[in-house]
């Protein structure tokens, strides 16, 4: 038994050893690809050849986008669609290797601040490709509260909203009295998700702010949560405590949208794409409803971004690239219906009017009050009874 | 008394009486776990195969108890859209080899924890555990350091050895009760009869710690097919396997026709397994405690 087990053992360290030979250098940069002219990039990206994208959602747009590109350019794409905290997981445990083995990631709002604050990406890009002023400009520079400085690409933009049920909501409420009274007037119909677990939640949380503890603007600018102004937040906890038995609580974006299909909920804060994304893929009645109510609600957008660490960093630009052309934008627009990042695109039959997006939609407070909301929401109001 | 005066006036010979209730008693035990078994197993499958059928163009929703309308739609989506052949190949490819590693590897852990008495025992038993206690996010991203050092990371021996590594803890502890479980009068009587180790391994101990060697298998694969972190942090971009695709519908971005694709797509072969070792299980079982091993 002794002899067998050594033998087992000394056959793991030999094929440990022989898998360690073949260990990945960093590739040696052949371009300035902060310098260099976009065909120098072009060309140096079809020499990499290849690169591989992590995205957690749209598999049928970003299958059909990598196809066009490797017709476009003959580089090959592997899509890899995981779950958004696990790729997020990968990219940060994959941060100290000298070459990763993602090149392009899409970066959620959630993610913007954890992923920025680590400097896991390669940039700016913004000054490196073509036609990045023609993406939403905004985005560019700040992503849900956060500075990005050029290094995250827009990819679309999305915007929370109310989804409601127009069989069980016929005057859905617009301003925050409307939706107190209403709320009092059905307990458990209007529900959110905890903000800790998704985007709406938390745009849900930022709305109560606004109107209980007395406006925005006085965050905008602040680097750093400012202890007295958020010495009245306790007003928005017990808003929300006071009102614990009449509100759901679900536990992600896309489990408010399940429960209005399902009938559990008939009217919850969402975000667009997914409600979208849920249509297209026959989870919610098509009969469902989305505007921004007239007290207001955030939005964002998603990034792209080049792993810092990446292989194939040319050929990972000439992608984002492509995917913020405006062919692709339209396309991806028409496949899953993702408001486009770019601002040249004309579209028709969105969920939510162009109307309701200039006139009601606002922006999130700086990142630190967004982090400390979020912890304070889980402490004051999840965890008392 | 009535049941008494009842029985009395009743011509039917007691015993064909009692026989009657206990035959009615066992019908009824029958239709009861037939219940519990379709609530606990049928309803959530009979759920899944639903939501996978539904057509988009017609959502199942309130207050609709069925859908619809069915169609292929969310099927053709998963095959077309998602690397799902690769990755039952590469789950399938990876699950056996893992599962005869972890028990090579087990076997004499186990046979030591069963057999012999040796200082801290409970405590190691408690801390061959761990791997399937700490969340498996937190175990994948401190081995996946591990593994990039030794450059196992991104290749096919490295995920067979995470795997196995994942199905250790269950094959451990199931193989260690087996071995307890084998009477030390009939390892005492071989050796009277002058048998050598390999018989008494080949007669006594490998038959019977079979049963818990097939108990320990079905764990061992099913934690294998199922395994989800480390297979994400250190196998991809390289390779996918099943759990890989079904987080993507699962997780943040929950998306319940196509998750119910590929669950039943991952569940199917499972169940499969699950009866015929069930059965392997059952008739080793009874004659390894009838003693005609």
């Known amino acids: ?71 476009e350019y003959g580089i ?26 993602v090149d392009v990631s899409i970066v959620g709002g959630q993610w913007v601040k954890t992923t920025m604050d680590l400097d896991l990406f390669y940039g700016p890009i913004k000054n490196i490709l073509p036609d990045a002023d023609k993406l939403a400009p905004s985005l560019w520079e700040v992503q849900e509260g956060v500075l990005v400085r050029g290094f995250l690409a827009p990819f679309h933009r999305n915007q929370t909203g109310i989804l409601y049920d127009p069989q069980r909501v016929t005057n859905p409420p617009q301003t925050f009295k409307e939706l107190e009274r209403w709320i009092d007037a059905n307990p458990r119909m209007f529900g959110f998700n905890d903000p800790s677990r998704g985007g709406s939640g938390q745009a849900f949380v930022h709305t109560v702010i ?101 292989k194939n960093k040319a050929a990972g630009l000439v992608f984002i690239h492509h995917l913020g052309s405006k062919a692709q934008q339209e396309k991806k627009f028409n496949m899953v219906g993702a408001y486009p990042a770019r601002t040249d695109v004309p579209l028709s039959g969105t969920l939510l009017t162009e109307a309701d997006r200039t006139n009601n939609a606002i922006a999130w407070f700086p990142a630190p009050y967004k982090d400390f909301m979020i912890s304070e929401f889980v402490k004051h109001v999840l965890m008392t009874k | ?93 990876i699950a056996p080899i893992a599962v005869v590693l972890s028990f090579i590897l087990s076997l004499p852990t186990a046979y030591v924890m069963g057999r012999k008495n040796i200082p801290g025992k409970k405590i190691f038993m408690l801390v061959v555990l761990l791997p399937i206690i700490m969340p498996g ?89 199922e395994e989800f972190n480390l297979t994400f942090i250190i196998g991809t971009p390289t390779f996918e396997t099943i759990p890989t695709i079904l987080f993507s519908f699962m997780g943040y971005n929950f998306i319940r026709t196509n998750a119910s694709v590929v669950a039943l797509i991952m569940m199917t072969p499972n169940i499969i397994m699950l009866f015929i070792v069930e059965r392997f299980l059952k008739s080793d079982y009874l004659a390894a405690s009838l003693g005609k091993m």
Request: hydrophobic share 50%.
């Open chain 1, 1 to 71: 038994m002794r002899k067998v087990f050594t033998v087992i053992l000394l056959a793991v360290i030999a094929l440990s050893v022989v898998s360690a030979a073949g260990k990945v250098e960093a590739p040696v940069p052949t371009i300035d690809l902060q310098t260099s002219s976009w065909s120098a990039i072009v060309e140096e990206a079809k020499n990499e050849g290849e690169l591989t994208f992590l995205a957690w959602y749209f598999p049928d747009y970003f299958r059909e986008a990598a196809a066009d590109f490797e017709k």
């Open chain 1, 210 to 310: 606004d109107n209980v503890a007395g406006g925005l603007d006085r965050y905008v600018g602040d680097t750093e949560v400012i202890p007295e102004k958020v010495a009245n937040w306790d007003l928005v906890w017990k808003w929300f405590n006071d009102r614990k038995d009449k509100l759901t609580f679900t536990v992600s974006n896309n489990d408010s949208i399940i429960k209005i299909n399902d009938g559990q909920m008939s009217m919850t804060y969402a975000w667009d794409d997914n409600v979208q994304e849920m249509m297209n893929h026959g989870n919610i009645f098509t009969r469902a409803k989305m505007y921004i109510p007239e007290m207001g609600a955030a939005g964002g957008g998603d990034t792209l971004g080049v792993l810092k660490n990446a």
């Open chain 1, 76 to 101: 090959k794409v592997n899509v890899i669609i995981g779950e958004q905290t696990a790729n997020f997981n990968k990219l940060i445990s994959e941060k100290d290797r000298a070459v990763g083995t």
């Open chain 2, 1 to 93: 008394m009535t049941e008494v005066k009842q029985l009395k006036s009743d011509p039917t010979p007691l015993h064909l009486i009692i026989e009657k209730r206990k035959k009615r008693f066992y019908i009824l035990l029958t239709l009861f776990f037939g219940l519990v078994q379709l609530l606990w197993v049928g309803v959530p499958i009979v759920m899944a195969v639903m939501w996978s059928l539904v057509d988009p163009a017609n959502p199942w929703s309130f207050p609709d108890m069925f859908p619809p309308s069915i169609s292929p739609h969310q099927w053709q989506y998963v095959f077309k859209y998602t690397n799902i052949a690769r990755a039952l190949k590469t789950s399938y490819a």
């Open chain 2, 137 to 225: 996010m937190v175990v994948a991203l401190f081995l996946s350091r591990v593994f990039t050092s030794f450059g196992l990371s991104q290749s096919f021996f490295g995920l067979v050895l995470a795997h196995t590594l994942m199905g250790i803890p269950y094959m451990i502890r199931v193989l260690t009760t087996s071995f307890q479980a084998i009477p030390q009068d009939v390892i005492d009587a071989a050796e009277n009869l002058g048998a050598t180790t390999f018989v008494k391994i080949k007669d006594i101990f490998l038959p019977m710690i079979r049963p818990g060697l097939l108990a320990g298998m079905i764990f061992a694969f099913t934690a294998s097919i």
